[in-house]
């Protein structure tokens, strides 16, 4: 096996956002990079099957996320309550000060489906395409959108985010909010 | 002809895009604070950048290769 430089270079810049991903994934900052570790062994054991020019990221992404299924399907089977491991895991690192400021959103994540904690996370904070995002998952993009929209409203509710919309879009509202991100 | 990309393509480097306007039955408010709040905590682990280990792998994999070379060799 060899490992021209840009290669390595392309891994290695996308260690950062599989760590991200990971970590939102399994709320457990150990299991996760022991996941980004297994992803880039695999990785460079198949490094001759990755297509020079094509999506890196996306490439590591979509091992990282079937690695995770694959593992988790596993757990799933001698563990019921998945969930609830989850929810333990979390409270098993007070160590990670900084990250306390996201308890809420973290709780709120666990208690999605795993098809919609993907997603959302990928499209709303990794910043993939529907169309990225659909690949990795190997879904459908309209599956990945009704699967983040679902997502969204489901985290909105779980963090008492008022935001159902009752009287329809207020077009006033929407033009102001809009300018304000983008200024 | 092919234009020499300024930056590496990867979708970290470019535009997000997440639409915030798009979730059905969210108000685009709530959407965005969704949003923000995931890109925020996403971004927390992000700027942690590459932990040793991680290069170490790397490191340790190219090198075995060159012994490994090296023995072909001789």
């Given at each position: 096996m060899s490992?021209?430089?840009?290669?390595?270079?392309?891994?290695?810049?996308?260690?950062?956002?599989l760590r991200a991903f990971a970590i939102s994934l399994t709320g457990n900052v150990d299991r996760a990079d022991d996941l980004v570790q297994e992803t880039m062994l695999r990785a460079l054991a198949n490094i001759d099957s990755f297509q020079p020019g094509?999506?890196?990221?996306?490439?590591?992404?979509?091992?990282?996320?079937?690695?995770?299924?694959?593992?988790?399907r596993k757990r799933k089977r001698e563990v019921e309550d998945a969930t609830g491991m989850y929810a333990d895991s979390l409270k098993s690192q007070p160590e990670q000060g900084s990250r306390l400021e996201f308890e809420e959103?973290?709780?709120?994540?666990?208690?999605l489906p795993d098809d919609q904690r993907e997603a959302v996370i990928l499209v709303g904070?990794?910043?993939?395409s529907y169309?990225?995002?659909?690949?990795?998952?190997?879904?459908?993009?309209?599956?990945?959108?009704?699967?983040?929209?679902?997502?969204?409203?489901?985290?909105a509710e779980l963090m008492s985010i008022d935001g159902l919309e009752d009287f329809g879009p207020d077009r006033q509202t929407r033009a102001v909010l809009t300018t304000a991100r983008r200024a | 002809m092919a234009r020499k990309p300024e930056k590496p393509e990867g979708p970290m480097q470019r535009e997000r895009h997440s639409e915030p306007g798009e979730s059905a039955g969210l108000t685009r408010e709530a959407t965005v604070k969704i949003g923000?709040?995931?890109r925020a905590m996403y971004d927390e682990v992000v700027k942690e950048g590459v932990p040793d280990r991680f290069t170490e792998i790397l490191n340790r994999l190219d090198k075995g290769d060159s012994e490994k070379d090296r023995g072909h060799e001789s």
């Open positions: 490992l021209d430089d840009r290669t390595r270079d392309l891994i290695l810049k996308a260690v950062p956002n094509t999506n890196m990221p996306a490439w590591l992404f979509t091992i990282l996320r079937n690695l995770f299924r694959s593992e988790y959103l973290r709780v709120a994540l666990s208690k904070a990794s910043g993939f169309e990225e995002a659909a690949a990795i998952c190997g879904c459908a993009v309209g599956t990945i959108k009704s699967r983040v929209n679902r997502a969204r409203n489901r985290l | 923000q709040q995931l």
